[in-house]
């Protein structure tokens, strides 16, 4: 992927090793990034280990490298584990980006955080934006906490809500890395038809939120496809794209798994985005055909080999 580059952009990415900073370590193409992580032993160029309960810490290297652009993507996202572990969740969750926030406020430092669509309880067909946060469980309510804080100290902060798949590393793995691994090893796996995303590729979700950066945007923006659909027949999708068996994907309602409540829609509206940055689709299709691409041209591999 070629992104514009642009020069005075310096950038420190949170959760380097999660799904999301380790696509953008590798794809972004980006100058003057540092990557924040979290397993010392893992190399990656410019990294840097910093404990993001430190405020001093942060703030000197924030200031020594002249940082202006905090990408901040660390975050649990276990939603049946946080719900179990409500005090550990709400420390490394709301009180961690708040320290960083403050801190990135100080500083006058641009602070993107990346959000998710877990923050609704289903009942509209679509979520804006502008929508009424609703969360059905702890995550979502940290999630939902959080963004507040971060739009309260900064208005030239920016939220990102999406929901992305793609490749991930052999410790952190995506929904559609779970949906390949079992489908190529033969092995059944439940889907449910009865809840309804509106995913991206992981790389699309990088290319625009580099876009909004670079355009200086702030406030709250939805990065997801046109089409909402269930995760039963994105499996399906997935699996005919990737040429993988899908008689082993199973058709199941979200009241069938024993899981944490979560809402039945969690589809967001994309006008806001596609009107920013002049865009006239983000197909469904389209996104898994990049998945594909990746795929079957083992571009996936730089993900997978890492551990």
């Known amino acids: 992927m070629n992104f514009k580059k642009k020069k005075d952009l310096n950038i420190l990415v949170t959760g380097s090793t999660g799904l999301f900073g380790i696509n953008f370590y590798h794809y972004s193409n980006q100058n003057n ?3 924040l992580i979290h397993k010392k032993k893992l190399k990656l160029k410019n990294s840097v280990y910093i404990n993001l309960n430190s405020n001093d810490k942060l703030y000197n290297f924030l200031k020594k490298k002249k940082i202006n652009t905090v ?3 660390a ?3 276990n939603i049946d584990k946080i719900e179990k572990d409500k005090k550990t969740s709400f420390a490394n969750i709301f009180t961690i980006s708040k320290k960083l926030a403050e801190v990135c406020s100080i500083l006058n430092i641009k602070l993107v955080y990346i959000s998710t669509d877990q923050l609704f309880d289903g009942s ?3 979520y804006s934006e502008k929508s009424k946060t609703n969360p059905l469980n702890y995550y979502g309510y940290l999630k939902k906490k959080t963004e507040e804080c971060v739009i309260k100290l900064s208005k030239k902060n920016l939220i990102i809500r999406t929901n992305f798949f793609g490749f991930g590393t052999n410790y952190r793995k995506s929904f559609s890395d ?3 691994d079992n489908l190529k090893n033969s092995k059944y796996i439940r889907l449910v038809s009865d809840a309804y995303f509106s995913p991206v590729y992981v790389k699309t979700c990088i290319k625009l939120i580099l876009k909004l950066i670079h355009l200086n945007a702030n406030g709250i923006y939805n990065i997801s496809c046109d089409q909402k659909i269930s995760k039963f027949d994105f499996g399906i999708k997935v699996s005919k794209k990737l040429k993988l068996n899908k ?3 199973i058709k199941s309602l979200l009241e069938d798994l024993n899981m944490v409540k979560r ?6 509206s ?3 985005i596609k009107n920013k940055l002049n865009i006239k689709h983000i197909n469904i299709n389209k996104e898994i055909s990049k998945l594909k691409y990746d795929y079957f041209n083992l571009n996936y591999l730089k993900t997978k080999k890492l551990k």
């Open 71 to 73: 990408l901040h993507a």
């Open 33 to 35: 990034v540092y990557y």
């Open 178 to 180: 779970f949906i390949l």
């Open 263 to 268: 809402p039945k829609n969690m589809s967001l």
């Open 75 to 77: 975050s649990s996202t």
């Open 247 to 249: 008689k082993f994907i």
């Open 124 to 126: 509209q067909k679509k």
């Open 270 to 272: 994309n006008l806001k």
